[in-house]
């Protein structure tokens, strides 16, 4: 697991989105008990920006109604996954136990990941993307890219042609972003779309579990120290 940032809150400054009060639910509790703050953070940072983005999106089109629509399954997605512990790169594949999944790093990761792809589609095109080199990451990659979103695959329409991005970050944050996604979607269509989580490829499956705390930790220190994003939890 990775270790507690310099970052983090105390849990007397860090507060979730939700009343911990009434927390009833496993994955609640564990995000109101975590002692560094840093899921307390990240649940109010990911409610704070997918509430304002949605807010940014008008109503009386029915391009703004297509993307609202989307982003709300999105948001649906996401505390789905979050309230089942749905991570996969969280362990080595010989240690892989259900445990390790209901986990601080498991939650962790799904808000990193969720803010992370919103933060891409705001700023996902086509065009960016030749202009990124980003199919050329994955050009010569070992299987098609089936899938070009990543964990939550769905195009949220429309959303990049709104120009959010710089509402919402800075640009240090972007390229941070770029490259968490390209590896991201590489591995989702190596292990997930052509289902190759199996003992044949443990080595490359620990390798990208140990490559993905790298770039996790890249996430939150980016996130972290983003004074536009941190602006929407009023610091």
């Given at each position: 697991?990775?270790?507690?940032s310099?970052n983090?809150q105390?849990?007397?400054?860090?507060?979730?989105?939700?009343?911990c009060a009434?927390?009833?639910?496993?994955?609640?509790k564990?995000?109101?008990?975590?002692?560094s703050?840093?899921?307390?953070?990240?649940?109010?940072?990911y409610?704070?920006?997918y509430?304002?983005?949605?807010?940014?999106i008008?109503?009386?089109?029915?391009?703004?109604?297509?993307?609202?629509?989307?982003?709300k399954?999105?948001?649906?997605?996401?505390?789905s996954?979050?309230n089942?512990f749905?991570c996969?790169f969280?362990?080595?594949f010989?240690?892989?136990?259900?445990?390790?999944?209901?986990?601080?790093?498991?939650?962790?990761q799904?808000y990193?990941?969720?803010?992370?792809?919103?933060?891409f589609?705001?700023i996902?095109?086509?065009?960016?993307?030749?202009?990124?080199?980003f199919?050329?990451?994955m050009?010569?990659?070992?299987?098609?890219?089936?899938n070009?979103?990543g964990a939550?695959?769905?195009?949220?329409?429309?959303?990049?042609?709104?120009?959010?991005?710089?509402?919402f970050?800075?640009?240090?944050?972007?390229?941070?972003?770029?490259?968490?996604?390209?590896?991201?979607?590489?591995?989702w269509?190596y292990?997930?779309?052509?289902?190759?989580?199996?003992?044949?490829?443990?080595?490359l499956?620990?390798?990208?579990?140990?490559?993905y705390k790298?770039?996790y930790?890249?996430?939150?220190?980016?996130?972290?120290?983003?004074?536009?994003?941190?602006?929407l939890?009023?610091n």
């Amino acid at each position: 697991m990775l270790a507690i940032s310099a970052n983090a809150q105390s849990p007397k400054e860090a507060k979730p989105s939700f009343d911990c009060a009434k927390a009833k639910s496993k994955v609640e509790k564990i995000i109101c008990n975590d002692e560094s703050g840093e899921l307390q953070k990240l649940d109010r940072l990911y409610s704070k920006l997918y509430f304002s983005i949605l807010k940014s999106i008008p109503k009386d089109t029915k391009e703004g109604q297509k993307t609202r629509e989307k982003l709300k399954y999105f948001n649906h997605s996401v505390m789905s996954n979050r309230n089942i512990f749905q991570c996969y790169f969280v362990a080595p594949f010989e240690t892989k136990k259900q445990d390790d999944r209901q986990s601080n790093y498991c939650i962790k990761q799904i808000y990193l990941e969720a803010i992370a792809t919103l933060a891409f589609k705001m700023i996902d095109s086509g065009v960016n993307r030749e202009r990124w080199g980003f199919h050329e990451r994955m050009k010569d990659f070992v299987v098609p890219i089936e899938n070009s979103n990543g964990a939550y695959d769905m195009n949220i329409g429309f959303l990049s042609n709104y120009n959010l991005f710089n509402n919402f970050f800075e640009n240090t944050t972007q390229n941070i972003v770029i490259d968490f996604m390209a590896y991201n979607i590489m591995q989702w269509n190596y292990f997930l779309v052509d289902v190759r989580i199996n003992e044949a490829n443990a080595d490359l499956f620990d390798e990208a579990v140990e490559k993905y705390k790298i770039y996790y930790e890249k996430l939150y220190q980016a996130f972290t120290k983003d004074k536009k994003l941190n602006k929407l939890l009023g610091n």
